[in-house]
């Protein structure tokens, strides 16, 4: 799986390389997303 980021940094997840495409564990990836998720959460009510 490749983690692809275009120009406006729009973030799209595909099976085949490309321009901006790194290749990516998509669980861990998924995993460090939530967890920013959560963080950025806590203190709103």
Avoid: F
């Avoid at 940094?9 to 998924?30: A, F, N, T």
């Amino acid at each position: 799986m490749y983690k692809c980021v275009d120009e406006q940094g729009k973030v799209d997840y595909r099976d085949q390389s490309g321009s901006g495409c790194k290749p990516v564990d998509i669980r861990e990836d998924l995993a460090a997303r939530d967890a920013e998720l959560r963080d950025s959460l806590r203190g709103c009510p």
